[in-house]
């Protein structure tokens, strides 16, 4: 049986991804080299589907390792390439590890798809591609604009390098820009695990409300939006990680119409910060500490996914709502924290 390489897959949306392929019958090879994760993922995934993934620690910038690992490996088939760092600040601070962890690795990638002809690529784009955008909802035609981080460059690049060999070989790639994944298996058996303190929201307010952290801040209540604070379009983790295996199957079925192909994957809705903080307190019955605080440094206003592409091209929708991501980012929270 061939099996799917998943990059990155013991990580928040790769492992999510993983739970979803094995249950529409998909064998799995991992690699992953545990910077942002750990083994205990493994047991998650095996206690939701029974089945323990093959998994191999490997960082993939150490190209003999890579060469080696396809030499061993001439079953894959296809790759869904998730490893990457994501901290936007972090890029800032130190570009060329974000040069050398997001790009290297692509290019060394796709150099062992081209040797050993695995011709199905999916690839994990961002939302930021767009920057701030003219017009919302955004649509996959938005232009995409100069990156305010290097992180962000990392992945127009990164489409370019993909769209570049795309043209030239025989690989058929989907490029999947995601919005804001939020939330948790609804097992609770795994979830989000940010190092230290999170950046994001969802899991800043989820380890506020389980008091590992004082007070959420929230960055700014003075932009033009429905009640002054910053509106994204979150998604469940779960529906993203089932468009996953929709895109593959569209490569794999030889279904793609082009073959670099490029999707939004966001609910359409935006939310603002405080309607999230809402939510939460409403679904889950906490009551959150927050204070409005200045503007976070390089925060766009307003963004949300025009979905009309996933929907009708793909032919895949989002199923959960925001209060179902929230309260299962709750319950995760609660487990890891062994709250009642
Ligand atoms: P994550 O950090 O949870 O997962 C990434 C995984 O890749 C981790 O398990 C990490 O250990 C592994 N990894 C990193 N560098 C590696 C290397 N050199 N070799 C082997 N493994 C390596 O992140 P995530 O949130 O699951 O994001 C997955 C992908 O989606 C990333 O490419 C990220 O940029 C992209 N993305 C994430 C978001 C988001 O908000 N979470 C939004 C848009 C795009
Ligand atoms: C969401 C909103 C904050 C924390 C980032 C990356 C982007 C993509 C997704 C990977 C914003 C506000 C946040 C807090 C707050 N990742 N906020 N208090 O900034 O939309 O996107 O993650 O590709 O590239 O930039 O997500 O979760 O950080 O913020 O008020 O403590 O919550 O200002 O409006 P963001 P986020």
Redesign the pocket.
């Known amino acids: 049986m061939k099996k799917i390489l998943v990059?990155?897959?013991?990580?928040?949306?790769?492992?999510h991804t993983v739970v979803e392929l094995q249950r529409n019958n998909i064998d799995v090879i991992i690699?992953?080299?545990?910077?942002?994760?750990s083994e205990e993922?493994l047991k998650g995934i095996h206690s939701i589907s029974g089945i323990t993934p093959s998994f191999v620690k490997?960082?993939?910038?150490d190209k003999e390792d890579v060469v080696n690992f396809f030499e061993a490996n001439s079953d894959i088939e296809g790759i869904i390439?998730?490893?990457?760092?994501?901290a936007v600040g972090e890029s800032v601070e130190d570009p060329l590890l974000y040069y050398e962890?997001?790009i290297n690795?692509l290019v060394l990638v796709l150099q062992e798809c081209k040797k050993h002809q695995i011709n199905n690529f999916i690839f994990?784009?961002?939302?930021?591609v767009y920057g701030e955008p003219d017009s919302l909802p955004i649509t996959e035609q938005a232009p995409v604009k100069k990156a305010t981080s290097p992180?962000g460059n990392t992945?127009q690049i990164s489409e370019n390098i993909i769209f570049d060999f795309c043209s030239v070989s025989n690989l058929k790639s989907i490029a999947l820009?995601?919005?804001?994944?939020i939330g948790a298996h609804e097992s609770s058996e795994i979830g989000?695990?940010p190092l230290g303190v999170p950046l994001?929201l969802v899991p800043f307010i989820t380890q506020t409300a389980a008091g590992v952290r004082e007070q959420l801040s929230v960055y700014g209540d003075d932009y033009p939006t429905v009640d002054g604070s910053c509106v994204r379009d979150y998604i469940h983790v779960v529906d993203l990680a089932k468009a996953h295996v929709v895109a593959l199957k569209r490569l794999l079925e030889d279904k793609n119409k082009t073959n670099f192909e490029v999707f939004n994957l966001g609910t359409g809705r935006g939310s603002s910060v405080l309607e999230v903080i809402n939510s939460f307190e409403k679904v889950t019955h906490q009551k959150l500490n927050y204070k409005i605080v200045e503007r976070r440094p390089g925060d766009v206003v307003s963004v949300f996914a025009d979905t009309k592409k996933a929907n009708d091209v793909l032919g895949w929708k989002t199923e959960r709502t925001m209060e179902d991501a929230l309260l299962t980012a709750w319950n995760w929270e609660k487990k890891v924290r062994n709250l009642k």
């Open positions: 990059t990155g897959g013991l990580g928040y949306i790769g492992s690699i992953d080299n545990l910077s942002n994760s993922v490997l960082d993939l910038r390439h998730f490893a990457a760092s994501k962890n997001n690795t994990s784009s961002s939302c930021t992180y992945k820009r995601y919005f804001n994944p989000e695990l994001n």
